[in-house]
């Protein structure tokens, strides 16, 4: 089993930054991909970003060149780091595993197995 705990969400204002962290624990290992989503009220939850185990990362559309991820392997940690950030980014974030060393890394929810219980992003303008 793979336990994951998101951190470091909270309330900013349009154009300011702030850094989400995932902590995983139990069978997580560095040959996992990990993934975050977001899911604002209303809409349905939406893919983000994603970090394969082979060191690939992948970006939403909507967050390419404002968004980046980085994992800490040592530590079992991934990084999202959320620069210019924009009312519609105001959602619930996710933190999701699937693994182990899976031939593609998915973009796709129900894709990922483990998931982590999420944490509120607000950016007010």
């Known amino acids: 089993q793979v336990q994951l705990v998101e951190s470091g969400g909270g309330s900013a204002q349009a154009g300011d930054s702030l850094r989400l962290a995932c902590a995983a624990s139990g069978s997580a290992s560095v040959s996992y991909d990990m993934a975050w989503f977001r899911q604002a009220p209303g809409k349905e939850r ?13 970006f939403a559309d909507s967050v390419k060149g404002r968004f980046t991820s980085s994992r800490d392997n040592a530590n079992k940690k991934k990084y999202l780091e959320m620069n210019s ?5 105001t959602a619930i974030y996710y933190c999701a595993a699937r693994g182990p060393c899976l031939a593609e890394t998915s973009v796709y929810a129900d894709a990922y197995n483990y998931w982590g219980q ?8």
Do not use: M, R
């Open 46 to 58: 939406e893919f983000v970003a994603a970090l394969s185990w082979t060191g690939g990362t992948y």
């Open 85 to 89: 950030l924009k009312p519609e980014d």
């Open 118 to 125: 999420g944490i509120q992003v607000t950016v007010s303008s």
